[in-house]
Structures are given as structure tokens and as C-alpha cells.
């Protein structure tokens, strides 16, 4: 179970730390803030539009599965993510929303500490390499 949600999962995670990546260095590039504003209201937008059919579909095992491989590429919880993005207002909103499903965006990745995330690791590291 654990090797089938980290190759479906697993992707998704790469995808997100490419994307966030991009979007800190094109934002520096903006003079005002009110243009990066623009430009993150334009990207929410168009982010939920592409990956909400596919994210409605992940178990809450997945979704967990998710929010830790996230943290393991980005090194950055869910919540720091959103709150550097879109403030802390609509992060609280988007922890509350995870919570109701059982979610946390604020779960944390260490795989020296827990024994699940150790797991993930292991099962992330050999996906990558090919092995699984």
C-alpha cells in the first residue's frame, strides 16, 4: 500500500518543488507587490483548475503521503508553503479545510524520528532509483 501511494504521489511532490522553485525566482523579478499579487492570484487559479480532478481522487492516505513527500522535496511544511505564498490568513483557512478530512498541512517529514517516515524514505529512494 505504502509503495503504491509513493508512486502516485511521489511525482506530484517533484512537480510542486519545481513549481515552487520557478514561481520564488520569477516573483523576484516583479517590481511591486501588488504585480506579485497578480501573478499568485493568476497561479492559484490556474493550479487548482489543472490539479483539482486529480487531488479529489487521493485517499487521505494519499493526501498524507502527499503533504510529507512535499516536505521531504521542498523542506518546508504545507503550511509554510501556503502562508509564504498566499499569507496567513488563507493558510489557516487551508489547515482548517485539511483538518475537516482529516489532513494536517503542518505534518512534518522526519525520517530519523518516526518510524512511518522512515518507510517513505525508503520506498521514496527506491521509486527514484528504479527499483520499485
Given at each position: 500500500r505504502t509503495v503504491r501511494d509513493v508512486k502516485?504521489?511521489?511525482?506530484?511532490?517533484?512537480?510542486?518543488?519545481?513549481?515552487?522553485?520557478?514561481t520564488y525566482e520569477y516573483i523576484g523579478t516583479f517590481d511591486t507587490q501588488k504585480e506579485r499579487e497578480?501573478?499568485?492570484?493568476?497561479?492559484?487559479?490556474?493550479?487548482?483548475?489543472q490539479y483539482k480532478?486529480?487531488?479529489k481522487r487521493f485517499?487521505?492516505?494519499?493526501?498524507?503521503?502527499?503533504?510529507k513527500l512535499i516536505?521531504?522535496?521542498?523542506?518546508q511544511t504545507g503550511y509554510?508553503?501556503?502562508?509564504?505564498f498566499l499569507g496567513s490568513f488563507r493558510a489557516t483557512f487551508w489547515q482548517g479545510f485539511g483538518k475537516l478530512?482529516?489532513?494536517?498541512?503542518?505534518?512534518?517529514?522526519?525520517?530519523e524520528k518516526d518510524r512511518e517516515d522512515a518507510i517513505l524514505e525508503r520506498v521514496a529512494c527506491a521509486v527514484e532509483e528504479g527499483r520499485i
Amino acid at each position: 500500500r505504502t509503495v503504491r501511494d509513493v508512486k502516485l504521489t511521489l511525482p506530484y511532490a517533484k512537480l510542486i518543488a519545481e513549481t515552487l522553485i520557478e514561481t520564488y525566482e520569477y516573483i523576484g523579478t516583479f517590481d511591486t507587490q501588488k504585480e506579485r499579487e497578480k501573478y499568485l492570484k493568476e497561479m492559484e487559479k490556474s493550479i487548482f483548475e489543472q490539479y483539482k480532478p486529480v487531488l479529489k481522487r487521493f485517499s487521505r492516505r494519499q493526501a498524507k503521503v502527499l503533504i510529507k513527500l512535499i516536505q521531504r522535496e521542498t523542506h518546508q511544511t504545507g503550511y509554510e508553503i501556503v502562508k509564504a505564498f498566499l499569507g496567513s490568513f488563507r493558510a489557516t483557512f487551508w489547515q482548517g479545510f485539511g483538518k475537516l478530512f482529516g489532513v494536517s498541512l503542518k505534518g512534518e517529514f522526519h525520517p530519523e524520528k518516526d518510524r512511518e517516515d522512515a518507510i517513505l524514505e525508503r520506498v521514496a529512494c527506491a521509486v527514484e532509483e528504479g527499483r520499485i
